[in-house]
């Protein structure tokens, strides 16, 4: 090991003689950052800075290393900052206080250099024997013990560097919420110019955070420095401090985000990153990987040291009014005391080698990453399903349908075949409000029983009336109140006039307003049970009529469903939908058609497998208010015979 000081502040650092270099070289001090020329001799190592320190009288030139007893440390001051007497020296390295004779080294002549340039020799004069090595860490007791004596001793420069950050992290906090409320208006929502705008200022508080991070590192590493100095240290590294903040915040998140252990493993490995950066000028991914060097084998020791503080720290938070004012210390003592265990393990281990090869890195950064993966894996299957139907009621509202397929694994006992037709039985789902009717043709006079279900905060004046298609909201026939059921059933009478007729649902009339909240399917009531269309019979149960309402009144949408079915649905003579026709695969279809003014016909080709143990073939119209997401099923017809063609007319009553 070789002691390398410089001739501009003094700062010494010992450095092992296989890492110097074996030329004339210009190195930058780290503490001051100037530059000097280091040139290895053999008898000699003379420091050439580029900038001669003022030299006022004899006595200002040339410095004294003086030298710790109990570890080794050295440190060079200029030597008319010593005085001529023995005093009190405490070793910034291990805070040890031990005498030093000043008289002696003022009794020497000080004989400057031709050049007037300091020259630092070989420590070969007789030195007090090495302090022994640390075999194991301070007890806690002694930890909290000296961290206290340096913080008693760095009070004033911790707390102020402290309160700089406070204040920082306000101005900078009140400077981007004023940007972002302001630049969007001020540039009229220019995304080229906000966006560069935002990720500049928020590179700036980055950088002032990591300035004042390296300055409170560097104040707690070297006792000699003030405020100001500690400042322009931190701002100096700020991109290397911000690049092993960068990383420990990446690798850590994603250690706890992992189910929490991986994070406090890495908390205890990675912890003295930053201290690594300060003392040993070594950054990034190296820091992080010779801090976990440093822990190797005394994990256990030092999360239960880490473990109790942060209880302490925690315990004294929460203490009402006081503990936000305890912070002002809580922080700065914090770092001292992980810096002592920091300085407890290079003891131990004395000057030691990471691997810091691209694999073991991208281990790390692997291990992190997987963290954000489970998360975002977690979330998938969380939400997936609600994400799967949203997108399918997106594409089914841009037109572009949706299709599900799923296979039904039949019962023990087979099901035996339902009966070839079926009237539509009133269907009830989770929509609000509903009004069903069980068939949508009457005869004049004839009976007609509705369904209403889910009616939500019914009140007594409830009332349901019976309309025109088209009609006003006064112009009603029959009418019945709901006397606050929410679910039920209302006998009327058909009217003797033909045409096409629907219910509507009044909230506590009339207060509750004059517009309906629901709606039944549009039906006819006319004079037989048949109607001509085009030449050929079609039944009336299989015939509806859809009023046009909204916007688009001719957009509706069709679902299909179908098992045990091999065949097609068409919609004015276009295929929509192709039944496949695989065994026990349920086929489910939703997307939306447009009807044309007038008769519009579904058409449906079916044909049951063979031997199956049930069939099932299902169409359904309805609109959609996407605003409101409420659907309004305007026809259902159902399927179960063998095979066959059914045709179902829609009527667009403009």
């Known amino acids: 090991m070789k002691t390398l000081s410089c001739p501009h502040c003094g700062f010494s650092k010992e450095i092992p003689a296989e890492r110097l270099p074996k030329e004339a070289s210009q190195v930058t001090c780290p503490k001051c950052q100037k530059p000097f020329i280091f040139d290895p001799q053999p008898a000699t190592e003379q420091i050439k800075p580029t900038e001669a320190p003022p030299v006022s009288t004899p006595a200002a030139i040339g410095n004294a290393v003086i030298t710790c007893p109990h570890c080794n440390s050295r440190r060079q001051v200029p030597k008319d900052k010593v005085p001529p007497r023995t005093i009190k020296v405490t070793c910034p390295q291990c805070q040890k206080v031990f005498p030093f004779d000043g008289a ?13 340039q300091p020259i630092l020799m070989p420590q070969s004069a007789p030195e007090p024997g090495p302090r022994p090595a640390r075999k194991q860490l301070a007890s806690i007791g002694d930890l909290f013990s000296r961290s206290w004596q340096v913080f008693i001793r760095r009070i004033l420069t911790l707390i102020g560097i402290n309160l700089l950050a406070l204040l920082l992290m306000g101005a900078a906090s009140l400077f981007l919420a004023s940007g972002i409320q302001h630049l969007p208006v001020s540039f009229s929502n220019n995304p080229f110019i906000i966006i560069p705008a935002m990720i500049l200022l928020f590179v700036v508080m980055l950088a002032m955070f990591s300035a004042i991070g390296g300055a409170m590192t560097y104040a707690i590493v070297d006792e000699s420095i003030g405020v100001r100095q500690a400042l322009g240290l931190g701002i100096q590294r700020w991109r290397a401090f911000l ?22 493993l890495f908390t205890v490995w990675f912890i003295f990153a930053q201290f690594v950066l300060a003392h040993e000028e070594i950054g990034g991914m190296d820091a992080l990987l010779l801090s976990r060097a440093y822990v190797r084998g005394h994990g256990w020791e030092i999360g239960g040291r880490l473990l109790l503080l942060w209880v302490v720290n925690g315990l004294l938070s929460c203490i009402p009014f006081i503990g936000p004012l305890l912070s002002l210390v809580l922080g700065p003592f914090t770092l001292i005391y992980t810096y002592e265990i920091y300085r407890d393990l290079r003891e131990i281990k004395g000057e030691i080698a990471a691997d810091c090869s691209g694999g073991e890195k991208a281990k790390y950064l692997l291990a992190g990453a997987a963290g954000y993966l489970l998360i975002g894996i977690a979330i998938f299957l969380l939400l997936g399903s609600t994400l799967y139907h949203g997108l399918n009621l997106f594409r089914t509202q841009m037109g572009a349908g949706s299709y599900q397929e799923e296979r039904i694994t039949p019962p023990v006992a087979p099901r035996q075949p339902q009966p070839t037709t079926r009237t539509p039985a009133p269907v009830v789902n989770n929509r609000p409000n509903q009004l069903i009717l069980e068939q949508t043709t009457f005869a004049p006079g004839a009976a007609i029983s509705l369904t209403f279900a889910k009616v939500q905060n019914p009140a007594l004046k409830d009332r349901v009336g019976l309309f025109k298609v088209g009609a006003d909201n006064q112009s009603f026939g029959e009418a019945r109140y709901l006397a606050r ?4 059933k209302l006998q009327f009478t058909a009217p003797q006039e033909a045409g096409h007729y629907e219910f509507r649902l009044f909230s506590n009339w009339p207060e509750g307003g004059s517009e309906p909240i629901s709606r039944s399917q549009p039906f006819s009531v006319g004079s037989g049970s048949t109607a001509q269309t085009g030449g050929e019979e079609t039944d009336s149960t299989n015939s509806i009529v859809v009023p046009a309402l909204g916007e688009n009144p001719g957009e509706v949408m069709v679902y299909v469903f179908a098992i045990n079915y091999l065949g097609s649905v068409r919609f004015n003579g276009e295929e929509i939908y192709p039944i496949a026709g695989e065994r026990d695969m349920s086929y489910n279809y939703t997307g939306s058609v447009t009807l044309q003014p007038g008769r519009n016909r579904f058409e449906v080709d079916y044909k049951a497998l063979p031997d199956p143990w049930m069939t099932e073939l299902k169409l359904k119209v309805y609109r959609y208010d996407w605003n409101t997401n409420q659907e309004t099923v305007l026809a259902e017809w159902v399927l179960n015979d063998p095979q066959g063609t059914k045709t179902y007319e829609v009527t667009l009553d403009n």
Not at 249 to 264: D, E, K, N, R, V
Not at 485 to 488: A, I, L, N, Q, S
């Open 104 to 116: 002696i080294l003022h009794s020497r002549a000080a004989v400057p250099g031709p050049s007037q």
């Open 485 to 488: 059921k929410t679910e039920g």
């Open 243 to 264: 690049w092993v903040f960068l990383l420990l915040g990446f690798i850590l998140t994603g250690g706890y985000l992992a189910f929490l252990l991986p994070g406090l």
